[in-house]
Nanobody
Framework: QVQLVESGGGLVQAGDSLRLSCVRSGQPYSPVIMGWFRQAPGSEREFLGA????????YYKDSAKDRFTISQDASKNTIDLQIENLRPEDTAVYYCASNPSGDYRLSRTYQFWGQGTQVTVSS
């Protein structure tokens, strides 16, 4: 059974940068698609980006391309999300997910999820 554990969230100030990490365990590394989503209170879970394996193709939501960077490390079986120039509207719980059975942009297609890590951005 695949397990995903996110880390790196916290309380930051607007303009700061933050790096979230997600460790995938339960299976040896393989170039599966892994994605990052976020969910703010009262909102639906929002796709940010996804990548297929370390050094593989990376996909971003258009609005995330300028400040969000996804990277995978095969040696650690991790996927990271670097966020630059954080804004108060980035406040949300950030989730990583793995093994989509369909469209990687849709949260409902992912088989495995982490518990999420809270990011709070103060103005």
């Amino acid at each position: 059974q695949v397990q995903l554990v996110e880390s790196g969230g916290g309380l930051v100030q607007a303009g700061d940068s933050l790096r979230l990490s997600c460790v995938r365990s339960g299976q040896p590394y393989s170039p599966v698609i892994m994605g990052w989503f976020r969910q703010a209170p009262g909102s639906e879970r929002e796709f940010l980006g996804a990548s297929r394996g370390s050094g593989g193709t990376t996909y971003y939501k258009d609005s995330a391309k300028d400040r969000f960077t996804i990277s995978q490390d095969a040696s650690k079986n991790t996927i990271d999300l670097q966020i630059e120039n954080l804004r108060p509207e980035d406040t949300a719980v950030y989730y990583c997910a793995s093994n989509p059975s369909g469209d990687y942009r849709l949260s409902r297609t992912y088989q495995f999820w982490g518990q999420g890590t809270q990011v709070t951005v103060s103005s």
